[in-house]
């Protein structure tokens, strides 16, 4: 599956943005997906993943309660709205699939196809 990212900017710390990957294809809805981040100098880490029916979610502790993992499968499309933004938040943004009806840890590993990454910068 082929992914696109887009939705990056700059904001404001305390402020908004939604971001959204969309995929090629007509199983989109068999691919459980995932957002991961890489900050300046960091490696890159896991911030919410979705399973193919939508109906379970899993965050990261660093953005539980202020991060929403969403989906539709009509669209083939998987979103990531962000609030409360923090400076720590900056980083490039990656959507990515497993393997058709996967699901388990998050681990990069477990994702076989990766967007381009889309940068989202909070400034303070």
């Known amino acids: 599956v082929q992914l696109q990212a887009c939705g990056g900017g700059l904001v404001q710390a305390g402020g908004s943005l939604r971001l959204s990957c969309a995929a090629s294809?007509?199983?989109?809805?068999?691919?459980?997906m995932g957002w991961f981040r890489q900050g300046p100098g960091k490696e890159r880490e896991f911030v919410a993943a979705?399973?193919?029916?939508?109906?379970?979610?899993l965050y990261s502790d660093s953005v539980k309660g202020r991060f929403t993992i969403s989906r539709d499968n009509a669209k083939n499309t998987v979103y990531l709205e962000m609030n409360s933004l923090k400076p720590e938040d900056t980083a490039v943004y990656y959507c990515?699939?497993?393997?058709?009806?996967?699901?388990?840890?998050?681990?990069?590993?477990?994702?076989?196809?990766w967007g381009q990454g889309t940068l989202v910068t909070v400034s303070s």
């Open positions: 979705i399973k193919w029916s939508g109906g379970v979610t």
């Open positions: 990515a699939a497993r393997e058709p009806f996967s699901w388990g840890p998050p681990q990069t590993t477990a994702f076989g196809s």
């Open positions: 294809g007509r199983t989109f809805g068999t691919y459980s």
